[in-house]
Structure formats: C-alpha cells, structure tokens
C-alpha cells in the first residue's frame, strides 16, 4: 500500500491485487491534469485504509482481491466515509457480481476493456454522484429487471392447481382436498394474482411453464 502527497485534481485511489494492471491503470490516468492518484493498494483491507488515510474523492477498486474482496470494502468504504464514491474497475461482468458491487454502494461499475477516455468520463462523473455502467453492465441489469419476478406457490396452492390440471371441477377439488368449496375459489384467486392470469387454464400453463407444477 503506499500513499501521495500535494494532489492537484481529483484524488483518487487505484486497489487492483493484480500488480501489472494495476500499474497499467497508473500510467493510462498519470498523463491526465485533473486526476492525482494519491494511492494504490492490493486489497480490498488496503482500499479502506486508503480512504480512511487519504479521503479520496474517487476510489477505483477490483472486485476478486485477496483478504477483502471489492463489495465487501464498497460496503465498508460507503458506510464509513459516504463522501468517497467508489467505482468498481474489473472484469467480471456476472449478474452476481454486479448485484453485489451494486448493493454494496458503488457508484458504478465498469470493465477493464474501458477506453482512457472512459475511464477518465467515468472518474468525473464518479466524483459528482452520478452512476456509471459499461454498457454490458447497463444490458444485464436492464434485462434482470425486465424477468419475470420469482413467484411461490404454497403447498395447497398447488395441490389446488394440480387438481385443476386433472380436470377437477371445484367442488370435486374440495371433495379430494377435503376443504370447502369456497376454500377452493380463495385458494384459485390466490393463484390467479401470483401468475398475473385470468382463468384456471392459463394458471395451470403459466405454473408448468415456471416449474411450479410437475409435468404429467
């Protein structure tokens, strides 16, 4: 870990394990006047000392580091100096990686194929709030968002559906299940606003569809 002094521009703090890539980062920003790098560091540990050390304006940290990975010193990093914005620089593009470094706090998040120019957009931007994303980033939460949201069926929910995808009327499903008819219609409205479906027909594609029935 080593530390700056007598920035000029923005202070920012490079955290890669990877020593030639980090440097490479280094050199890609030295020849920029408004950035200073002020530290580097090769720990996820390294990258919150940094901050607490040199309260930087920016810090741009990997996300697989030995001793303390990248969302984990995000976390920390957010929740004890909030005025450091912190932008992952990896190249892990991972919906489980990005979640994390997202629910973690970072700023944004980008992948090591980014330009100098980029990257240096990217700094800016980090430095005033604003989130970044690779456009790959971008692509991959837009389409985790866009899934249909995971749906539970409860154990007599689907013993319900099962009899109806037997062909059961509702009185016949209370017969099997030894419930009350009107149980039953509470039960299928249950499962009509689960699956966003109108009919016991639709109900039953929809859950075979999502593996929430078994396929006879």
Do not use: C, W
Not at 106 to 122: F, M, N, P, S
Not at 150 to 171: C, H, Q
Not at 177 to 188: F, G, M, R, S, Y
């Amino acid at each position: 870990m080593t530390a700056r002094t007598e920035p000029a521009g923005l202070r920012i703090i490079v955290v890669d394990d990877h020593t030639v890539m980090r440097a490479g980062v280094v050199a890609l920003l030295a020849s920029e006047p408004a950035i200073d790098i002020v530290g580097e560091g090769g720990d996820g540990r390294a990258a919150v000392e940094l901050v607490e050390l040199l309260k930087p304006d920016v810090a741009l940290i990997d996300l697989r580091m030995p001793v303390l990975d990248g969302a984990s010193a995000t976390a920390e990093i957010v929740r004890r100096h909030p005025g450091t914005r912190v932008l992952i620089l990896t190249t892990y593009d991972t919906d489980a990686e990005i979640e994390r470094a997202v629910e973690a706090g970072a700023i944004g998040y980008l992948l090591k194929d980014t330009t100098r120019d980029q990257l240096v957009d990217a700094i800016r931007s980090a430095s005033r709030g604003e989130t970044v994303l690779a456009p790959r980033v971008a692509e991959r939460l837009v389409a985790r968002m866009r899934r249909p949201a995971p749906v539970a069926l409860t154990t007599r929910e689907v013993d319900v559906l099962s009899a109806v995808a037997d062909g059961l009327s509702n009185v016949e499903i209370g017969r099997r299940l030894v419930i009350a008819e009107a149980t039953v219609k509470t039960h299928l409205l249950r499962v009509f606003a689960k699956l966003d479906v109108r009919d016991r027909t639709h109900a039953v594609v929809v859950a075979l569809e999502r593996g929430l029935l078994d396929k006879r």
